[in-house]
């Protein structure tokens, strides 16, 4: 018979790597704890890995810890960890499942829902439970819109965006239940980890910077990029950019601010010409002081700026730098 | 070495976002299409394998509207095949369905190796390469920027682009579906002139999209802009005002003193 009780216990997918966990996991744990409180269930933390039992213990805020280690699993690889991933959900599978949406969960989440055929929203900034309906809210087109969705069926998937939700209401002592679960088997994988390449030292660090000027596609040619570029030395700080700056090859890879670039927290960040994507404001959300300039009004860049310039980069930059060397 | 890139339209982000009267999806009616840029990227880097390895690239996207332009600049800028896989799409197509109907069509299309564009502005369902893999049981990377093939053509070794600038290297078995982030150089551009001497010259190849089931597994109930207690401060006036309200802001946080 077909059981037909209404599925109530939240998952959180953790990530970590080379032994930390990431912020989004206690991000994560927070919004998972507050759905659980909602439907009534556990909160479940699934950690993968090998050797990595120890982290249950900063992963307090969730009722059981179900650790899965195994050879395979010893580094991060899309394949071995969704397979496992599968096997564990399937046997108990949660009302929500949150999977973060990095580089890591981006293929989980979505090879989950394809594997096991569960309804997924992606770039989730908000969730909501209530009368057994979930409601996911996604940031789309580029963190222009929000969509407001109704997931269909028992259990969903959500990939979250970093920085959606507090990391502290996720950080707590207490010692959450251990079960150890043993992975489906792993020896069929196609594929296999090489190696961590770590980031190269460039000529300045731009995550201790105290003022950041950033450069994004606005700027239409690396003829034009010395202009940001002197404003950044006329305030004493230095230029960092969006990341399709540093694909032209119009800067290095350690002037990217973002997701797949440097976190800074400058006391000042200005942003020039940069639309706001999720990915960029993710890793300079921090900034004490943040203004942007941009012809766009709608920009999502004004959402986390705190104070806009709604004109050209060409006629307002080059006045500002003169004004404020002659200042 | 047999490269398939399928490419998407999404709106372009750079024009005004029309919500429909119902408040539930875009207007299309107003709508700019482009291709998306990721995807921009994957062509470019199969376009560079082919250039060192040999082999096809075929291109392929569902007629969402618009595409016919997209798939005729892809083959200006060396593609060898483009295909249109017609259907009802042109209001829109889950990811999930997508992939589905890609994973139908691949069928009769050779592939050792697959890139799309690591995600799409529109992707609310998912990624559609992944998912795309799924459907077909392979396996599937994203993030990628960096793509060797191994000699033989049995494997490609990845990188996968963590945070911090942090990557990894993985040996991936072909054929695989990689998400690519971005190519090994910046994407090509096809001039006007060549893309319409292509568009008298070569012809686009069309396939009916089987029918179905698939779908998003969720309904849109509200679309809109985000609706940020606070929002920058919008500092008006001439760029000689605004300069001068950006110089007094900065010299009144301290930012002016050497
Ligand atoms: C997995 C993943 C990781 C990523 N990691 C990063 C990352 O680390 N960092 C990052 O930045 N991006 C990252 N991205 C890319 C991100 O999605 C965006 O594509 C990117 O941030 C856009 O850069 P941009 O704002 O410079 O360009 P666009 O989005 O093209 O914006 C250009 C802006 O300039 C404005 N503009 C144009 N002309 C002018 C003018 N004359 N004066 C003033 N304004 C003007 C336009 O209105 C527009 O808003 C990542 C994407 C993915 C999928």
């Not at chain 2, 060396?78 to 890609?102: M, N, P, W, Y």
């Not at chain 2, 795309?132 to 494997?155: C, F, I, Q, Y």
């Amino acid at each position: 018979m077909q059981d037909l009780t209404p599925l109530n216990d939240m998952a959180v997918v953790i990530e970590h790597l080379e032994g930390k966990l990431a912020d989004i996991s206690f991000e994560m744990l927070g919004k998972g704890r507050e759905l659980a409180k909602v439907s009534g269930g556990r909160l479940l933390a699934l950690l993968l890995g090998r050797g990595v039992k120890g982290l249950a213990a900063e992963l307090g805020a969730a009722d059981t810890v179900v650790v899965t280690e195994h050879e395979a699993l010893a580094h991060y690889t899309p394949e071995a960890h969704k397979q496992a991933l599968a096997a564990i959900l399937k046997a108990r599978p949660p009302r929500v499942t949150l999977v973060a949406n990095t580089a890591m969960g981006m293929d989980l989440a979505a090879g989950l829902s394809g594997s096991l055929g569960w309804p997924l929203c992606a770039y989730v900034k908000d969730a909501r439970l209530a009368d057994g309906r979930l409601t996911a809210v996604s940031q789309i087109y580029g963190g222009k819109l929000l969509a407001h969705a109704d997931m269909e069926g028992p259990s969903a998937i959500l990939s979250v965006l970093a920085g959606s939700f507090p990391a502290d209401a996720g950080k707590a002592t207490g010692t959450p239940q251990v079960e150890e679960v043993a992975p489906p088997p792993l020896d069929k994988v196609r594929i296999r980890f090489k190696r961590l390449i770590q980031p190269e030292a460039g000529d300045v660090d731009i995550t201790r910077q105290a003022v950041l000027v950033s450069v994004g596609r606005g700027i239409q040619s690396k003829d034009n990029i010395p202009l940001v570029e002197e404003l950044a030395e006329a305030l004493g700080g230095a230029l960092s950019a969006s990341r399709p700056i540093v694909d032209q090859g119009w800067l290095p890879k350690t002037r990217q601010v973002g997701k797949s670039g440097m976190s800074v927290k400058p006391k000042l960040y200005v942003a020039v010409g940069i639309s706001g994507a999720p990915e960029h404001i993710e890793g300079m959300r921090g900034a004490e002081l943040i203004v942007a300039i941009n012809t766009d009004p709608n920009a999502p860049i004004f959402n986390v700026a705190h104070y806009g310039v709604v004109s050209d980069l060409f006629d307002v930059i080059p006045l500002l730098t003169e004004k404020i060397k002659s200042s | 070495m047999n490269i398939v890139v399928p490419v998407k339209m999404v709106p372009d982000l750079v024009e005004e976002l029309e919500v429909d009267a119902a408040g539930h999806a875009l207007d299309r009616s107003f709508l700019k299409l482009r291709i998306n840029e990721f995807d921009e990227h994957a062509l470019e880097e199969a376009l560079l394998l082919k250039a060192t390895h040999g082999g096809t690239v075929t291109v392929l996207a569902l007629d969402t509207g618009e595409v016919d332009e997209t798939l005729f600049t892809c083959l200006a800028k060396g593609a060898d095949r483009a295909v249109k896989i017609t259907g009802d799409f042109q209001e829109g197509v889950s990811s999930h369905a997508a992939a589905v109907v890609l994973a139908r069509a691949l069928g009769a299309v050779p592939h050792d190796l697959i890139l799309t564009g690591v995600q799409a502005a529109d992707d609310r369902d998912g990624q559609v390469g992944i998912l795309l893999a799924t459907a077909l049981d392979l396996p599937h990377v994203s993030v990628v920027s960096g793509v060797e093939p191994a000699p033989g053509g049995k494997a490609a070794t990845v990188r996968q682009e963590y945070s911090g600038g942090i990557m990894a290297e993985l040996e991936v078995d072909l054929p695989a579906v990689l998400g690519i982030q971005a190519a090994r150089a910046a994407p090509r551009y096809a001039p006007v002139s060549k893309v319409r001497q292509v568009m008298k010259t070569q012809k686009l190849e069309e396939i009916p999209a089987p029918p179905v089931e698939a779908g998003a597994g969720s309904t849109v109930s509200r679309l809109a802009k985000p609706e940020t207690a606070d929002r920058a401060e919008i500092l008006e006036g001439s760029p000689e005002e605004v300069a001068d309200r950006l110089l007094a802001l900065f010299a009144e946080r301290g930012f002016l003193k050497r």
